[in-house]
Antibody
Framework: EVQLLESGGGLVQPGGSLRLSCAAS????????MSWVRQAPGKGLEWVSA????????YYADSVKGRFTISRDNSKNTLYLQMNSLRAEDTAVYYC????????????????WGQGTLVTVSS | QSALTQPASVSGSPGQSITISCTGT?????????VSWYQQHPGKAPKLMIY???NRPSGVSNRFSGSKSGNTASLTISGLQAEDEADYYC???????????FGGGTKLTVL
């Protein structure tokens, strides 16, 4: 059974930093690209970032480029999102998600989602 | 990248069928067969309902079906049930971003 478990969310002041983690199990982690998707309170879904199975390729939404860094440790089956220079508009539930197709890009779709972790940026 | 266009809300009575549209461009919906649909109940994570335009994951009811014509994809739910009441999001691969693009979401109300 595929499981994704996010952690690391919380309250942070504007300009601060936070690192999210996503522990994966139930599939061959290194064979699949992974994504972070966020949802601001009362709003829709937004792709944030994605990373290839090997970790060699990374992708970012324009809204977070230069501030967020996605990475993965395939030996630990764990995905990360380092968030720096946080803004109020980054307040959202952050989900990690597994790409459906083997060795495919994130945009082709995701099949499993974590339960989400809430990030609140406020003074 | 611009979001795909979905109606803000749709409604139907139990037993009826409804269709939710998702309109994009030839750079996303119309150009690739990578349209997915997600169901989200309040306070819950999204759940994949349809992938690659019309494929249903194991465990998803066959009351859910997907299709595409030109730049518009559609999700049809037949035999509406109370538990179908949720938000639905479409997503597509796009040539302008490896991340893909989501629709704005549609709130389905079962009357």
């Amino acid at each position: 059974e595929v499981q994704l478990l996010e952690s690391g969310g919380g309250l942070v002041q504007p300009g601060g930093s936070l690192r999210l983690s996503c522990a994966a199990s139930g599939f061959t982690f290194s064979s699949y690209a992974m994504s972070w998707v966020r949802q601001a309170p009362g709003k829709g879904l937004e792709w944030v970032s994605a990373i290839s199975g090997s970790g060699g390729s990374t992708y970012y939404a324009d809204s977070v480029k230069g501030r967020f860094t996605i990475s993965r440790d395939n030996s630990k089956n764990t995905l990360y999102l380092q968030m720096n220079s946080l803004r109020a508009e980054d307040t959202a539930v952050y989900y990690c998600a597994k790409v459906i197709l083997l060795r495919a890009a994130a945009g082709t779709g995701v099949d499993y989602w974590g339960q989400g972790t809430l990030v609140t940026v406020s003074s | 990248q611009s979001a795909l266009t979905q109606p803000a809300s749709v409604s139907g009575s139990p037993g009826q069928s409804i269709t939710i549209s998702c309109t994009g461009t030839s750079s996303d919906v119309g150009g690739y067969n990578y349209v997915s649909w997600y169901q989200q109940h309040p306070g819950k994570a999204p759940k994949l309902m349809i992938y690659e335009v019309s494929n249903r994951p194991s465990g998803v009811s066959n009351r859910f079906s997907g299709s595409k014509s030109g730049n518009t994809a559609s999700l049809t739910i037949s035999g509406l049930q109370a538990e179908d009441e949720a938000d639905y999001y479409c997503s597509s691969y796009t040539s302008s971003s490896t991340l893909g693009v989501f629709g704005g979401g549609t709130k389905l109300t079962v009357l």
